[in-house]
């Protein structure tokens, strides 16, 4: 069904530390769907800003999100069936886009919903969720004759029941913070309160990005989901990982005694080691996520050929050192040594 019909538009990323408000509230949706724990599949700008559906391995229905944002004001049914001009003639509306999911797949359509920070208050004016369909019937009809008038196949008996208005809980000024916060609750009641979040976080960002980018060529579904959507299992998969990567921290016991270096050498291996610990804790961003991956990416293969832990820093010292040295300028020879060991051992 998705495969079949192209996309009409290709989004942009952002910064890699930075949620964008389409990622921090598809985000937010995804956490909602996983403690409610349905068998999701949410894919990030494909076909919509934000696409869902309703069964992960077998789904029958999908419901398209297109997300706009406000600094101010409210939303009203003549904003979302406004067509601004172009030189070609007048551009499709809000109503219009979202009706052309329908369109496209048919009875596959669930849902088409309009999601944003400020409130549509013909529909609903506190945070939540309501149908066009609830809205004063006066009111309704002329958002009805506007999208009539610009799509022909729309019925509204048949397709207003479609269209839902969905008023975000995220603030614009504050959205990085409460996806964030939310993030935090999730991952206490996941697994459990001590691991750190940020880098969890980061990497949900992350994923969510490398969804929104364009679709390679895939032949089946199961490719599909693995390029465009996050699943359930998706999700628990890293959360058993976090869960795991923290379980198994590395200790500087677990080293020292194999290490074949002077005591005084080993001696401020062992403070750089609690130093590049305490700072992989305070710099959770995409920087370190994407250092320690370049570490790992050396250090790993090298172990197959290393006789013990001195010859395995000798042999990829040269090669870590400057990265280690970009992330943190001015690392000792010591400094790079605990990294390599660190990095071994996670």
């Known amino acids: 069904m998705l495969l079949a019909v192209p996309q009409r538009e290709d989004g942009g990323r952002t910064a890699y530390d930075r949620f964008d408000y389409q990622t921090a509230w598809g985000l937010s949706r995804l956490i909602e769907l996983h403690e409610k724990g349905e068998n999701y599949a949410i894919a990030f700008e494909f076909h919509d800003d934000v696409v869902s559906l309703n069964d992960s391995d077998t789904p029958s229905g999908v419901t398209f999100y297109q997300i706009k944002t406000l600094e101010a004001g409210s939303w ?3 904003k979302i069936t406004s067509r601004p001009s172009s030189k070609t003639g007048k551009k499709p509306s809000f109503a219009g886009k979202m009706f052309d999911n329908f369109v496209r797949f048919g009875v596959n359509v669930e849902k088409l919903a309009f999601v944003s920070n400020q409130p549509l208050p013909e529909v609903i004016a506190v945070h939540g969720e309501k149908h066009f369909s ?7 009809q002329k958002f009805i004759s506007a999208l009539a008038a610009e799509s022909p196949d729309f019925n509204d008996i048949e397709h207003t ?13 504050s959205y990085q913070r409460a996806i964030i916060g939310q993030i935090a609750e999730f991952v206490d009641s996941e697994i459990r309160p001590d691991i750190p979040m ?26 599909l989901k693995l390029s465009k959507f996050i699943t359930r299992s998706d999700m628990l998969k890293w959360l ?11 200790e500087w016991a677990s080293v020292v005694n194999d290490l074949k270096r002077p005591f005084a050498e080993k001696v401020k291996i062992e ?12 710099r959770p961003n995409s920087a370190t996520i994407a250092f320690t991956e370049r570490v790992r990416s050396i250090v790993n293969p090298a172990l197959e050929h290393a006789e013990d832990y001195a010859s395995l ?34």
Not at 134 to 140: F, P, R
Not at 240 to 250: F, G, K, N, V
Not at 271 to 282: D, I
């Open 161 to 173: 029941g479609l269209f839902l208005f969905v008023y975000s809980h995220l603030n614009l000024p």
């Open 271 to 282: 403070r750089a080691w609690g130093e590049y610990e305490v700072m992989l804790r305070s």
């Open 76 to 78: 009203s049914f003549a």
């Open 198 to 223: 940020m880098p969890f976080a980061l990497a949900l960002n992350d994923q969510c990005r490398k969804r929104s980018k364009r679709l390679a060529d895939i032949s089946d579904f199961d490719q």
């Open 313 to 346: 820093i000798d042999t990829v010292c040269g090669a870590v050192g400057p990265i280690v040295r970009a992330w943190q300028p001015g690392a000792d020879n010591h400094f790079v040594s605990a990294v390599i060991l660190y990095e071994l051992k996670r």
């Open 134 to 140: 609830a809205s004063e019937k006066k009111k309704l």
């Open 240 to 250: 058993s990982q976090a869960r795991d990567q923290h379980q198994r921290r590395p």
